[in-house]
């Protein structure tokens, strides 16, 4: 008996030492993550605000929902365009008007970099092209992804200034004749943060669904050639229901990082967004109300906010990578389902990880 | 099928199987030839198209580059006034002025950002993997729920809790310190997540058992054996974590106002003021721009191949 406790008692040493190597995970996590998050809740809650006129903060006073209150009411009448055209103008609140101008940009970004990237990774995988030199193309194209946002966003800033390369271009060419300011322009400054959006993520997006691709049994691609499948008739009716996992996690985890949306947009809109505030994202009204307005209170009921939106699309992402696992059949497979969950779904967690680490997502 | 029944009319139908006198079983099939024909064109076709569209795709990733790396060697008046390919022959001139500059400390700056980058990188890695270690190798009561809980709190962005953060930093007197940026990355679920993967693959039991009996301690299993194994995971998390950490923006410029604490992204969004002296010259400018992109790009280019490997490699494995 004595050899078998003394086992015993080892291995329970030897899982005390694995509790103290989570020990610097979870002190940082809950000291600079976890409590500053409280922290914003509790602001949510209280009048808390820089006033110009006394030159000093007032509060924090508890004041209940008042900031929510604000947040969703304060509004303006606001002008809306279509491709610069005035298409009319009534009331909006901020919070809606701000929202709608972060996805509207997101979309013109995303729409063009879900077909291009998908029509990339169609032609990288496919066989019978052969297509030279991938590696480095698929290097080239997902270098603007490692690009600092702030340098990029100013570099195109420069680029479509009014006297920059990009109108000179033009004017030589004949296509303009005078010189055109693209940053008084509501589509053209959308059209530049949407742009840089495109370039930074396609590369990123396509090396994504191309895995997908690659994870098709090649078999069915086979016998789909065999049957005399044209290539267009492969991808409606093989290739696309196929990806529609990784298409919906790709989706909202976009859709994630679009309400993120900050740095290209302050840098493009020169910190101010941009004409009648058509391209002023949620982040930067963030930005505004913490540094610029310095009124905390608003601030925090902001972040709850996003806190909430964020939440509900990251839980529909879970939710849609453990759903889309077919239930096998086996019992000792059935006792670590839990297990499998976690490991199946790596693709779309680790990616969707990745994308708000680099939008400045949790490491600070 | 249409076209197939079209053109076998008569004959033998498409897919079945002959046995010819001789013994062989032969599939026919619907005639080739033509078909063949129009297939090569036709794939020629779409070869063409598919490299088209790549150099367009291209050209539009290097062209802001490359109009970057000439528009440093230009001055100011070429510049604004005339576009052009080729390079300048004012690169070292923009450079002496960019660093001469009194309002505007981007060597200063550089040194901040690559501390800061370098620093949270290793504690990233480091304690990443510690972490990873933890949950993968030993078992302890709650190990599940703890597992649930890191990645329930992966997509939890920083900046709904950066005012929290940036009145904690106030009341502990730590704005215009490098540490606020570096410490929380020691907790950073998106590379614990990575590490575990790759733990999962890399890592037997066998070999912790086996260190075990020869006496080693869990601390020095860790350092001596696990730390080793991971290396190509540790690299590639080591690059993302540091260009994350570079091109950071948001709570760096929440937190850092003393000019000589700031770091490149904070120095380059100032340059969107048009007040900002530094916008008379604008070689100067695009010096800025580059030193704050082009480190990042060699890097890149000389570890593209594991980096695209890394990144795709998660992807591959579920």
Not at chain 1, 15 to 28: A, D, E, R, Y
Not at chain 2, 48 to 61: A, D, E, K, Q, S
């Amino acid at each position: 008996m004595k050899p078998l406790l003394r086992r015993h008692k080892n291995h329970i040493s030897y899982n005390f030492w694995g509790l103290i190597f989570l020990i610097p995970f979870f002190v940082i996590f809950i000291w600079l993550q976890l409590v500053p998050l409280g922290r914003t809740f509790y602001y949510a809650f209280e009048k808390y605000f820089y006033s110009t006129g006394k030159g000093s903060f007032i509060g924090p006073t508890f004041c209940g929902w008042d900031n929510f209150a604000y947040i969703f009411t304060n509004g303006a009448i606001r002008k809306y365009y279509f491709f610069d055209q005035s298409i009319g103008s009534w009331w909006m609140p901020d919070i809606a008007y701000y929202l709608a101008n972060t996805l509207i940009i997101w979309l013109m970004g995303f729409i063009p970099q879900i077909i291009v990237s998908l029509a990339l990774a169609i032609w990288f995988t496919d066989a019978r092209l052969k297509l030279k030199f991938t590696r480095f193309w698929k290097t080239v194209m997902y270098m603007p992804n490692l690009i600092m946002a702030a340098a990029f966003g100013m570099l195109f800033l420069m680029l479509f200034s009014s006297d920059g390369p990009v109108v000179q271009i033009l004017m030589s060419m004949g296509i303009l004749h005078e010189q055109f300011s693209f940053g008084d322009s509501e589509f053209w400054v959308r059209f530049i943060i949407a742009l840089i959006n495109f370039l930074m993520w396609f590369g990123n997006t396509t090396l994504l669904l191309m895995s997908g691709v690659m994870g098709i049994d090649e078999s069915i691609f086979e016998s789909a050639v065999v049957d005399g499948s044209s290539a267009h008739h492969t991808f409606w009716a093989i290739t696309f229901p196929l990806l529609k996992p990784i298409f919906i996690y790709v989706f909202i985890t976009s859709l994630i990082g679009g309400i993120q949306l900050f740095d290209v947009a302050w840098m493009v809109t020169r910190g101010g967004g941009g004409p009648n505030l058509t391209s002023l994202t949620v982040m930067s009204y963030l930005y505004m109300l913490i540094n610029k307005a310095k009124n905390y209170g608003q601030a925090g009921a902001l972040s709850i906010v996003m806190f909430f939106i964020t939440a509900a699309l990251s839980m529909s992402v879970f939710y849609v990578s453990i759903s889309q696992k077919n239930p096998e059949k086996g019992v000792a497979r059935e006792r670590r389902k839990r297990f499998r969950t976690y490991k199946d779904c790596d693709p779309t967690r680790l990616e969707m990880a990745r994308i708000s680490h680099q939008q400045g997502g949790i490491s600070l | 099928m249409k076209l197939f029944e079209k053109n076998n009319a008569g004959k033998t139908p498409v897919g079945s199987t002959n046995i010819s006198s001789n013994g062989c079983v032969s599939l026919t099939l619907a005639p080739r030839k033509k078909e063949r024909i129009s297939g090569t064109t036709q794939l020629i076709i779409r070869r063409i198209f598919v490299y088209i569209v790549l150099v367009i795709l291209t050209l539009m990733c290097l062209f802001p580059i490359w109009i970057l790396l000439v528009n440093m060697t230009r001055t100011h008046s070429q510049i604004s006034t005339q576009f052009s390919l080729w390079f300048g022959t004012h690169f070292a001139e923009n450079w002496s002025n960019v660093f001469a500059r009194t309002n505007i400390k981007l060597d200063k700056a550089l040194l901040n950002s690559l501390l800061i980058a370098f620093c949270s990188s290793v504690l990233t890695c480091y304690f990443s993997a510690l972490t990873a270690f933890s949950i993968q190798i030993y078992n302890f009561k709650g190990k599940n729920i703890i597992f649930t809980f890191i990645l329930l709190i992966m997509m939890i962005p920083s900046q709904v809790g950066a005012l929290g953060f940036l009145q904690m930093m106030n009341d502990m007197h730590a704005t215009n310190k490098f540490w606020p940026l570096i410490l929380p990355a020691i907790a950073s679920p998106i590379v614990f997540f990575y590490m575990k993967q790759y733990m999962e693959a890399v890592l037997p039991f066998e070999i912790i058992e086996a260190a075990r009996v020869d006496g080693a301690s869990e601390f020095s299993i860790f350092h001596i054996i696990v730390l080793p194994l991971m290396v190509p995971a540790l690299a590639v998390q080591f690059i993302f974590c540091f260009v994350g950490s570079w091109n950071n923006l948001f709570i760096p410029s929440l937190l850092l106002s003393k000019e000589d604490m700031q770091t490149v992204p904070i120095v380059i969004s100032k340059f969107t003021d048009t007040s900002n002296p530094i916008n008379f010259d604008l070689g100067q400018v695009y010096i800025a721009i580059g030193l704050a992109i082009i480190p990042l790009v060699i890097m890149y280019l000389i570890f593209s191949r594991f980096i695209i490997k890394g990144m795709t490699a998660g992807a591959v494995k579920g």
